[in-house]
């Protein structure tokens, strides 16, 4: 199985369009940290997904050399997509992907509900084909566009080569899965649990909002065996800026921050 991380970042990116925050200003002056919505890139025995329809979904196939199409002129080594939540960030990627002929999409029952209106879309551009994935509910958190009852899995941890690699970019809950993965990449939306209402983004917290952060995790991350990364970053965590001085309180706890283009050898 071949990783690649195809993007680092939560809702909006960074630098967001709409923002000038620190974090934004400063990637927009140095677009070496410029980060691409969270997803990563998955070679199974079975073929290619990527874990999450993000908006930068092509350019992010680009950037992956073993998801590039060839060598015919509708060749695409991509068989689907695996969903962790419907979140709109998450899902809104597959519109982008109509020129398929066939993809198959991977998410929990209550995923696939809420996507109705988006498959109705795309029917007439593209088959699909739904399927499950290894999944783990973990947040009954649903997207504010689903006006469906609450459900144990509209956020999910996905589970990789049989639970040794678990990818949870929106974590509402610690999962027993992680204490037994050699490699872990996890929600570091948020810094600490008042940065969205510090920094103004949300009269909620970290927590509120669906999301541990990074104050309240990191302590049982530096205990697990194995690789240890943070993903999905938003543009108001100060893990954005390589000279935060966060980033050497995770190294001493031996936790990386993932980067977009990141190759994880397993």
């Known amino acids: 199985m071949r990783l690649q991380v195809l993007g680092t970042a939560a809702g909006g990116g960074v630098p967001q369009w709409n923002c000038a ?27 290619c997904y990527v874990v999450n329809a993000t908006p930068d979904i092509a350019e992010q196939i680009e950037a992956c050399a073993w998801l590039r199409p060839g060598p015919g002129p509708r060749e695409s080594p991509l068989k689907g997509v695996i969903l962790t939540d419907a979140e709109l960030d998450h899902t809104i990627g597959l519109l982008r992907l109509r020129e398929a002929d066939e993809l198959e999409v991977r998410c929990t ?34 997207p ?5 009852p609450e459900a144990p899995d509209w956020v999910s941890a996905l589970r990789l080569m049989g639970g040794a690699v678990v990818y949870a970019p929106a974590m509402g809950v610690w999962p027993e899965a992680l204490d037994e993965a050699e490699c872990v990449i996890i929600d570091g939306t948020f810094w600490d649990d008042e940065e969205p209402r510090r920094t103004g983004i949300s009269a909620k917290t970290a927590t509120q909002m669906g999301h541990l952060p990074i104050e309240a995790t990191m302590e049982r991350l530096s205990r697990l ?16 800026d390589p000279a935060a001085e966060q980033h050497k309180v995770l190294a001493e706890l031996g936790i990386e921050v993932a980067a977009d283009g990141m190759v994880i050898d397993l």
């Open 225 to 240: 065996p194995g690789r240890r990364l943070y993903t999905h970053l938003n543009n108001t965590n100060p893990l954005v």
């Open 144 to 148: 504010r566009y689903a006006d469906f």
């Open 21 to 47: 925050c620190p974090g934004c200003s400063g990637a927009r002056a140095h677009p070496g940290r410029r980060r691409r919505h969270a997803s990563l890139a998955v070679q199974m025995d079975d073929g």
């Open 109 to 142: 029952p209550v995923v696939r509900q809420a996507l109705r209106p988006l498959a109705d879309i795309l029917r007439p551009y593209v088959r699909i084909s739904w399927a499950e994935a290894d999944l783990i509910p973990i947040s009954a958190k649903r």
